[in-house]
């Protein structure tokens, strides 16, 4: 099974920098199958990217995701209030899917 | 706005079986993937396995054993059913949509939590 190793575990940056979050795969992603989510305490995953780098339905441009192979980033461009969360990334080009073990970015 | 909801016992005994249903509102399950994954209280998550919508399934092997996921189309439901738990199947449980033309999960339930004890 492909291990997804997230870093950094967790990020302390402050409303509008720059969060850049990255995900890697212990071989390479199949198809470039990598998604992202964004995950509030008590709530249940929200899609932001698919495909490494295409953003879902109602997701702001803020959020772009980029990679190939074995490393991939998710870099949110100026952080809002409502951006501080967890992030975990996700293969599903390769069965079984696997999740990273998330990163948490939390305001400094 | 296609909507997802787990239902089931909060409380499992150890060495029983485990059982969940989703119930899909707001579309049908007809012609989609759908998938359970769970997540211990402070940890990551995990995929435990998918269905399509006519019952074909994939499970986790590290599941496998242990794990049926079923399909009823006549009430637009997908459901869990997993076997000999322990402590350690102690999670939040979601269903969740594969999206379609891709695996990602773009539809999540809420959730519903299952704790194992006696």
């Known amino acids: 099974e492909i291990v997804l190793t997230q870093s950094p575990g967790t990020l302390s940056l402050s409303p509008g920098e720059r969060a850049t979050l990255s995900c890697r795969a212990s071989q390479s992603v199949g198809s470039g199958y990598l998604a992202w989510y964004q995950q509030k305490p008590g709530q249940a995953p929200r899609l932001l990217i698919y495909?490494?780098?295409s953003r879902a339905t109602g997701i702001p441009d803020r959020f772009s995701g980029s990679g190939s192979g074995t490393d991939f980033t998710l870099t949110i461009s100026r952080l809002e209030p409502e951006d501080f969360a967890v992030y975990c990334c996700q293969q599903y080009g390769n069965s079984p899917r696997t999740f990273g073990q998330g990163t948490k970015v939390e305001i400094k | 706005q296609v909507q997802l909801q787990e239902s089931g016992p909060g409380l499992v005994k150890p060495s029983e079986t485990l059982s969940l249903t989703c119930t899909v509102s707001?579309?049908?399950?007809?012609?989609?993937?759908w998938s359970w994954i769970r997540q211990p209280p402070g940890k990551g998550l995990e995929w435990i396995g998918c269905?399509?919508?006519?019952?074909?399934?994939i499970y986790n092997p590290s599941l496998k054993s242990r794990v049926t996921i079923s399909a009823d189309m006549s009430k637009n439901q997908i459901s869990l059913k997993l076997r000999s738990v322990t402590a350690a199947d102690t999670a939040v449980y979601y269903c969740?949509?594969?999206?379609?033309?891709?695996?990602?999960?773009?539809?999540w339930g809420q959730g519903t939590l299952v704790t194992v004890s006696p």
């Open positions: 495909g490494t780098s």
């Open positions: 707001g579309g049908s399950i007809y012609g989609y993937y």
């Open positions: 969740a949509r594969d999206q379609r033309g891709t695996s990602a999960l773009d539809y």
């Open positions: 269905i399509f919508y006519s019952g074909s399934t």
